[in-house]
């Protein structure tokens, strides 16, 4: 058997394989409004979780929110934060209680970015927002925190630059069901003149 005719084989096998169906698909837009889905999670009951942030091109805003759909897709909820400060989702874990607890960054006019974890019920409803903080005390997070199971409880990872040093960062926290913090860490790199980038796993 020649390498072509072996070639031919196995292309033709690949493409006789079942490709997966489309089932539904959800499309959001507008003129003024540019929405961005950042991560996207399924719970054992087959309830998706999407959560990203809007921005207003308008006024230069832009606002986190969580959504449920069902398995097929229809709208159940959509969260969004408080419209006072900036706070970008980036992350998104479905609860064994039908809801689900988020990660992202706050941002507040003239004042350090600082990440956050936040519950949410099944109907959609905030339980708890818990922003995190970190010595040496101004932070800013420029990346993607990223929020996990833990027992009783959740971990959230994140990296970003030290404003003070303009050094990256790689930062951990645990925190219990009802959001208390129960300790938080920064990964020691004294002396290496370094950006951390990319902390995009928590265990």
């Known amino acids: 058997m020649t390498r072509l005719l072996a ?6 096998a690949a493409s006789a394989q079942p490709q997966p169906d489309t089932l539904w698909t959800r499309i959001n837009a507008s003129d003024s409004i540019t929405i961005q ?6 719970s054992a009951s087959g309830a998706v979780f999407v959560t990203g942030t809007t921005y207003n091109h308008d006024n230069g805003r832009g606002t986190g929110w969580v959504q449920k759909r069902s398995s097929t ?7 969004y934060t408080l419209a006072d400060d900036q706070q970008f989702f980036y992350s998104v874990l479905p609860t064994p209680d039908g809801g689900c607890v988020g990660a992202g960054s706050k941002y507040s006019e003239g004042l350090p970015q600082r990440s956050f974890a936040a ?17 040496p005390g101004v932070i800013v997070a420029t990346s993607y925190p990223l929020i996990t199971a833990a027992p009783d409880g959740f971990y959230l990872g994140l990296n970003g630059t030290d404003s003070s040093f303009f050094r990256g ?3 951990a926290a645990r925190f219990d069901m009802n959001g208390d913090t129960l300790w938080t860490r920064m990964l020691d790199v004294s002396g290496r003149d370094e950006q951390i980038r990319h902390a995009r796993t928590v265990n």
């Open 73 to 79: 897709g229809d709208l159940l909820w959509t969260s």
């Open 7 to 12: 070639l031919l084989l196995l292309v033709a």
């Open 119 to 135: 519950k949410y019920s099944a109907s959609g409803e905030r339980e708890w927002l818990t922003i995190l903080s970190l010595p």
């Open 169 to 171: 960062y790689i930062a």
């Open 37 to 42: 889905a950042i991560d996207c999670e399924v």
